[in-house]
């Protein structure tokens, strides 16, 4: 009796952790540049620039929150999708300068954005994998994020010592769309 494996580094799972990957990478990048940048471009307050920058978290929550209550009958692909037009958007608003009530507006509906579009990867996930490799497939699935986590903000602080805030945003930009139409 054979016992081979079911693959699991198919080129979907592949594509979708890359795309997670982009996401939660800008969403810490930009977490740990907005605050600075908000002070010293905005002349935002402390206080002001802590809300700019947490106000994000609140929309990535109600982001997971309306995600899961409609994702099984629009369908995960098309969140997805949806999830990742409205990042992208939301990321080229960065790239106009605003003021602050502005900024605060753009950063939570870019946190929307995020929640929608990484509860998205996580079910598509979810639901490519095979069966007898599950969890196996998610722990996998799940370094995407850990990398994320550890590469965004060392990645936001070196680029704020090396390049302008609109550098950034713009890498942002292109990383999202890049994420944006892997997604297809």
């Not at 969140?79 to 080229?92: H, S």
């Amino acid at each position: 009796m054979s016992s081979k494996k079911e693959p699991l580094w198919t080129r979907n799972f592949v594509t979708i952790a890359i795309v997670n990957f982009i996401i939660i990478m800008i969403f810490y990048l930009l977490i740990v540049t907005i605050a600075p940048y908000a002070v010293k471009e905005l002349h935002a307050s402390t206080a002001q620039a802590g809300l700019i920058s947490g106000i994000y978290i609140v929309g990535a929550l109600i982001g997971r929150l309306l995600t899961g209550r409609v994702i099984q009958s629009v369908g995960s692909k098309k969140i997805l999708l949806i999830g990742l037009a409205l990042f992208v958007c939301t990321l080229l608003l960065y790239l106009i300068p605003a003021g602050i009530g502005a900024l605060l507006v753009i950063r939570l509906v870019n946190g929307i954005a995020v929640g929608i579009a990484s509860t998205a990867t996580g079910t598509i996930i979810a639901q490519i994998l095979p069966a007898t490799r599950k969890g196996e497939g998610i722990g996998y699935y799940s370094m995407s994020t850990t990398l994320a986590t550890a590469i965004g903000p060392f990645l936001g602080l070196m680029l704020a010592q090396h390049i302008s805030y609109f550098m950034i945003f713009m890498i942002c930009c292109g990383l999202g769309l890049f994420a944006f139409v892997a997604a297809f």
